[in-house]
């Protein structure tokens, strides 16, 4: 058994703005569940609504900053989470990273950066929590401090850092650096500096222990120029401490047989029931209640990333077929109007929710019947495994975990059962669209598709396999 600290900004249910908040809220149940001894560290954020006791545990004085340490626990579980008190940043309204008008929080660098001094303090076993951890499990940038300050430590758990998206890095500049009042020897092109100025993500990537991505194909890619950020070469260079583990899912909340928040629930063996969710879907989105014309669903953080503009190019010439899309999702102002006059142009075929909701979210996976992401890069992506537990084909390109999770459908995929949704290899809208179209002839085939969507809701998503890759690499730690 080992003691595993998991420092995470957003922790699902607590708070969320991405797929980083899902595997933060069910990897370490998997991990419990398998014997160790986890306890995950969050800020405390204004916006987190609880539902579970919440207590004060500690104090501690760091910076010239009086701070609290509170304790609460993952909603039905044991998982105990530690969350770093500190209104002073974290108290007002907002995101973890925008504030309530989306302008990314002007001083991030000093938030998480006190977030990371406190994670030190908890790992070294230097607070009353009185807990000595043996793995420090950091994610992100906003944790890519804690790998770099622990080197510095005499003695010290062992690191990890794992790279949910290279695209955030949290990049300063030096005066930053120098407010911010860090020891000057992290200031070297082998720990913190990356050209000039002062990278979060590059303390993790340059001095955890060891490396992980989200997706064994993202591991390669982002040793390549075109994924790399820059920091390809140094990745390179750590690739016998850098691998791909593939995230799971929670399968409790992601279970079309048991989900509250969808009118009918259904299973592979009753696939007839999901007609129900898609005329609930055809409602909500006011489209025409039609069972037979194909849904295409998307569920997205709108930004670049998400492939968005293949999308709105794709969608002026989708609309000479017969189909429905809707959309829900947030983010670039510009995409969100693009989307949105779209529907006002076919209103009978495109409905578009700009916003957050999670309720709805599930009712696109179980009413559509294809889901969309045409990720530009797409370090592990999770949409992609719900839509498949859901029987929602998904359209997928192939890139980072989309690649390693969706099976194309090709001959020899579909007489082996092993094919689960549509794969496209270029970033054009042209290849996503004919790659659509191909969906669509295979939709008339409702044989052929009843078998493609039992071959998906078979799958094993299950956060076991993925869990016990992470323990075997902690004990080699
Ligand atoms: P990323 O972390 O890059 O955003 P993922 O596919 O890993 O991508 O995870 C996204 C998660 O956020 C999924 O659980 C998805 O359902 C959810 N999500 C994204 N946008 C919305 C939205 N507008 N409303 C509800 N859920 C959303
Ligand atoms: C990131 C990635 C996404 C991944 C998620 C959880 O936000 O963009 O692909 O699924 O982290 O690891």
Redesign the pocket.
Known sequence: MKKILFVSSEVHPLIKT???A??AGSLPLSLAELGQDIRIFMPNYGAIKYTQDVHKKCTLQIDNRTVHILETRLPDSEVLVWLLDYPGFFGDKGNPYTDEYGHPWINSAERFTLFSRIAVEIAQNRTELDWQADIVHCN?WQSGLVPALLSIEPTRPATLF?I??M?YQGIFSQETFQQLNLPGELWNHHALEFYGSMSFIKGGIACADHITT??PT?ALEIQTPEYGYGLDGLLFHRHNELNGII?GIDLEQWNPEKDPRIPQTYSAGRLGKKSVNKAALQQHFSLPEDADIPVIGLISRLVD?KGINLVIECLESLVDYPMQFVLLGSGNKELEHSLTNLSYLHPEQISIKIGYDEDLAHLIESGSDLFLMP?LF?????NQLYSQRYGTLPIVRNT??LADSVVDTIAETVADKTATGFVFQEATAGALLETVKRALLVYDNSKMWRQLQKNAMKKDFSWQKSAKEYIELYNTL
Do not use: I, K, R, W
Not at 378 to 382: N, Q, R
């Open positions: 991405g797929g980083l899902d595997v992100d794992t949910h998206n695209a989200v997706s993202y995230n990333q990720s797409e370090p592990c992506g999770l980072g975990g």
